[in-house]
T-cell receptor
Framework: DQQVKQNSPSLSVQEGRISILNCDYT??????FLWYKKYPAEGPTFLIS?????DKNEDGRFTVFLNKSAKHLSLHIVPSQPGDSAVYFC??????????????FGKGTKLSVIP | GAVVSQHPSWVICKSGTSVKIECRSL??????MFWYRQFPKQSLMLMAT?????????EQGVEKDKFLINHASLTLSTLTVTSAHPEDSSFYIC?????????????FGPGTRLTVT
């Protein structure tokens, strides 16, 4: 059972416009959410995160929104740039008793920003 | 800061041989390291979690005798794929979480592409 879902495998956006990547989760124990960006044959790079006590976190062109009641989060990139073209992974974590802070990843959304 | 390296970046080996992949945290002490595996067009699947000086905790379905993990120091973890088979061909990524600072953030290595012929 997939606990973190990214239902759109790909997204194409024109340069300068807004990119919206969506993520849904099923585990109500998740209390921290992260977005990672990944280029082919490279490891993921941390982008932005949000705690469950917040509903919005902004960092430059990147904003993450969290809707706990809907178990939904989204990443907004504005304005989109060609260099943003990559696979974006949504990840979630629950504070376990072991404190290992394991991340559960979605399958990723491939973003293509068209010049 | 928070740089994680992996070596080698790619390796080709023959079926039946063993391969060791190293993961190092270069500028911080990693109390916990994670090993992931990624299949083409798939998500990152957590294989195991290791804490320095203790045995790794393997996820369900991961053979601990096949994927040997050693977290000998606060800056080094190794994954050894023993008696590799073609189905073990994959992209292996490690990540590390430091002693202090953000507790939920993991910093990822660049990955190792393993091809078993």
């Amino acid at each position: 059972d997939q606990q973190v879902k990214q239902n759109s495998p790909s997204l194409s956006v024109q340069e300068g416009r807004i990119s919206i990547l969506n993520c849904d989760y099923t585990n109500s124990m998740f209390d921290y959410f992260l977005w990672y960006k990944k280029y082919p044959a490279e490891g993921p790079t941390f982008l932005i995160s949000i705690s469950s006590i917040k509903d919005k976190n902004e960092d430059g062109r990147f904003t993450v929104f969290l809707n706990k009641s809907a178990k939904h989060l989204s990443l907004h990139i504005v304005p989109s740039q060609p260099g943003d073209s990559a696979v974006y992974f949504c990840a979630a974590s629950a504070h376990s008793g072991a404190g290992s802070y394991q991340l559960t990843f979605g399958k990723g959304t491939k973003l293509s920003v068209i010049p | 800061g928070a740089v994680v390296s992996q070596h080698p970046s790619w390796v080709i080996c023959k079926s039946g041989t063993s391969v060791k992949i190293e993961c190092r945290s270069l500028d911080f002490q990693a109390t916990t390291m994670f090993w992931y595996r990624q299949f083409p067009k798939q998500s990152l699947m957590l294989m195991a979690t290791s804490n320095e000086g203790s045995k790794a905790t393997y996820e369900q379905g991961v053979e601990k005798d096949k994927f040997l993990i050693n977290h000998a120091s606060l800056t080094l973890s190794t994954l050894t794929v023993t008696s590799a088979h073609p189905e073990d061909s994959s992209f292996y990524i490690c990540s590390a979480r430091g002693r202090a600072g953000a507790t939920y953030e993991q910093y990822f290595g660049p990955g190792t592409r393993l091809t078993v012929t």
